[in-house]
T-cell receptor, first 117, second 118 residues
């Protein structure tokens, strides 16, 4: 158990709809990262938040948005869904290397599997 | 340009044998970190091993070791005494330490699917 919690685990919806994926990081971790894993693809970095503020943005579509709340949980909002948005969406958290851990590995949740029909 | 290249889409190994999964990376930074993750069929991402660019010794974690060749920009994962439970996707990833306070995101390769045969 990585300590990162993602909900829902599975989600099936229709094209054009909007969904929200939720992530609770490990206790004490300030950074939250969102990744998308499509079929036969590696993990694509979407966005990172650190202590409530956006820190880095990757290949995130304009139809997607995210935020991190004061309690450090994060939500990824996907709107106007298309078939190609079907993927496994991972949330990860890290303590960061300034915390005393000098590796900075990311701890991943179990993912939210989104199917768009 | 791809930052992380894993050239082996699939690998097969006999149980109890060792296997090497290849990873090459591209960075102009002097300080960076290299990671390997395992993704079993259940989907979760499991951290295996880490190598810092300034680490002089190759990292080891149990049956996992990282063959780090800085000049060649390679960070191959070696799994010794393979077990059936090692069958999974394996991802190599890199963190570039660009700026103080910058993102510590990881960039992943496309992965290698390892199958361990009995």
């Amino acid at each position: 158990d990585s300590g990162v919690t993602q909900t829902p685990k599975h989600l099936i919806t229709a094209t054009g709809q909007r969904v929200t994926l939720r992530c609770s990081p490990r206790s004490g971790d300030l950074s939250v990262y969102w990744y998308q894993q499509s079929l036969d693809q590696g993990l694509q970095f979407l966005i990172q938040y650190y202590n409530g503020e956006e820190r880095a943005k990757g290949n995130i579509l304009e139809r997607f948005s995210a935020q991190q709340f004061p309690d450090l949980h994060s939500e990824l909002n996907l709107s106007s869904l298309e078939l190609g948005d079907s993927a496994l969406y991972f949330c990860a958290s890290s303590a960061g290397r300034t915390s005393g851990r000098n590796t900075g590995e990311l701890f991943f949740g179990e993912g939210s599997r989104l199917t768009v029909l | 340009a791809q930052k992380i290249t894993q050239t082996q889409p699939g690998m097969f190994v006999q149980e109890k044998e060792a296997v090497t999964l290849d990873c090459t990376y591209d960075t102009s930074d002097q300080s960076y970190g290299l990671f390997w993750y395992k993704q079993p069929s259940s989907g979760e991402m499991i951290f295996l091993i880490y190598q810092g660019s300034y680490d002089e010794q190759n990292a080891t974690e149990g049956r996992y070791s990282l063959n780090f060749q800085k000049a060649r920009k390679s960070a191959n994962l070696v799994i010794s005494a393979s077990q059936l439970g090692d069958s999974a996707m394996y991802f190599c990833a890199m963190r570039e330490d660009l700026l103080q306070g910058g993102s510590e995101k990881l960039v992943f390769g496309k992965g290698t699917k390892l199958t361990v045969n009995p």
